[in-house]
């Protein structure tokens, strides 16, 4: 059983930017997808992006262009650089790891976007 801990969050205005990372107990393998969710208050925890070893990623359509996400397996850390913040992307960031089908997760940070 892998754990995953989030570091990171916390409070920026509008336009800033962050970086989460999330460090991974144990051996990230090539073939574990790794990746990034939120969940607003009230909303449906959402995918953000993931990413697999060799640097395929994919993102939701509501931070492409502004959040970055990277892996490094010999660290056993992924990352998301979010730049150009919106009040709409404060939320709970979950860390996620896919091992043959079985998620584990991150106990989430707190990102909090507003003036």
């Known amino acids: 059983q892998v754990q995953l801990v989030e570091s990171g969050g916390g409070l920026v205005q509008p336009g800033g930017s962050l970086r989460l990372s999330c460090a991974v107990s144990g051996i990230i393998f090539s073939s574990d997808r790794m990746g990034w969710y939120r969940q607003a208050p009230g909303k449906q925890r959402e995918l953000v992006s993931t990413v697999r070893t060799g640097g395929a990623a994919n993102y939701a359509d509501s931070v492409k262009g502004r959040f970055t996400i990277s892996r490094d397996n010999a660290k056993s850390t992924v990352a998301l650089q979010m730049n150009s913040l919106k009040p709409e992307d404060t939320a709970v960031y979950y860390c996620?790891?896919?091992?043959?089908?079985?998620?584990?997760w991150g106990q989430g940070t707190q990102v909090t976007v507003s003036s």
């Open positions: 996620n790891l896919r091992r043959n089908l079985v998620d584990s």
